[in-house]
């Protein structure tokens, strides 16, 4: 038996290290970690062998992946996989996330169910973008296009299955999954929507036009935003993760959809978590809404990159920052960059 990592999968700063893992002759699985969180896949392949797991090599032939992370690392991977195998998402240690299903601190007794079969597989819906009939991005929340710029408006034309719905003026828009519903969408006042629907969202962001309300539509259908104009250039957003700049227009499809593995809970598992974060969000300013989401878009940052992002004076992203903090949201921890400033992250993220 042996461990062995076989390459990484790079993405702008990212890297995605993977080594796999054959249980007797039948089960092949991959273990997929972020570089920063390698000792825990060592560790954990230590751990698989204890059960009987052998550690091998090779990547192209896997039943099932294992995947250790936040949700920002799950979010990253699968936006590096066009068809992933069944997926076990586990969350590092002290890190509660929305789309892990497991804890470090339980992973011997999931490991065991999982050897014996005691699991369900559970799949999740994806949304896929062509943009300018070239490039093409999936993405398991939502693809958000706006200005590269904040408060800049965009004007464009919203097409469904071919049929203009309507031409619009509004901060940007977005297209979401149901799980994303409960995500960037439902912020934007976009409805809840079950796992199980099978429906994407368009939802206009802060439209001029009071008259335009969020929809819903087959996932069958295609969607699509046209004749696009602003003073900025246009981004779609995947994930938050991944941002692809839109010249003409961008066309909406459902994509393959992610099979989670699953050794707990139903089907509104992932929503009932992620609500009980936006119920406690729901009540704070809008400020420190606007600071937590990019925190959440776009990982730790000081005051002053929160500035720059945000665009609002430091002093409300300072307000912003210790309303979440006295809320126990977000946390403040030393730059390991740099040890003489401070950054700020969602709690428990490491």
């Known amino acids: 038996m042996y461990a062995r990592i076989t390459g990484f999968v790079s993405r702008g700063r990212d890297c995605i290290h993977d080594c796999v893992l054959e249980r007797w002759a039948s089960t092949r699985a ?19 062998e204890t059960l009987g797991i052998d550690v091998t090599r090779g990547v192209g032939s896997c039943d099932i992946a294992i995947a250790i992370g936040t949700d920002r690392d799950i979010l990253h991977l699968l936006q590096s996989l066009e068809n992933p195998p069944p997926t076990l998402t586990i969350a590092p240690p002290g890190y509660t996330g ?7 601190e339980a992973i011997d007794d999931v490991l065991a169910r999982v050897v014996k079969g005691k699991y369900s597989v559970r799949e999740i819906a994806r949304v896929h973008a062509v943009i300018d009939g070239k490039r093409e991005v999936s993405a398991l929340n939502e693809i958000a296009v706006f200005p590269q710029r904040s408060a800049i408006t965009m004007e464009y034309t919203l097409k469904i299955d071919g049929e203009p719905l309507w031409r619009d003026v509004a901060d940007g828009v977005i297209v979401s999954t149901p799980l994303g519903s409960t995500a960037y969408a439902l912020s934007a006042g976009g409805p809840i929507i079950l796992l199980n629907a099978e429906v994407l969202e368009v939802v206009p962001v802060n439209s001029t036009e009071p008259s335009r309300r969020p929809i ?6 295609t969607i699509s935003i046209e004749d696009i104009a602003s003073r900025y250039p246009i981004e779609a957003i995947a994930d938050g993760v991944t941002r692809m700049r839109v010249d003409e227009r961008i066309e909406f499809r459902s994509g393959v959809p992610v099979r989670f593995i699953e050794v707990e809970g139903g089907a509104t598992y992932i929503a009932k978590r992620k609500l009980g974060t936006y119920k406690e969000l729901q009540s704070l300013p809008p400020s420190a809404k606007f600071v937590y989401k990019m925190l959440e878009l776009e990982g730790p940052m000081s005051v002053r990159d929160l500035a720059a992002k945000t665009l609002l004076p430091e002093r409300t992203v300072r307000y912003a920052l210790n309303i979440l903090l006295d809320k126990g949201l977000v946390e403040k921890v030393v730059d390991p960059r740099d040890p003489r400033r401070h950054i700020y992250r969602i709690k428990g993220v490491p």
């Open 30 to 48: 991959c273990i997929i970690a972020p570089e920063r969180l390698m000792r825990l896949a060592e560790e954990l392949s230590s751990r698989c």
């Open 98 to 104: 929305y789309l892990t299903h497991a804890y470090w």
């Open 216 to 221: 819903v539509v087959p996932r069958t259908s």
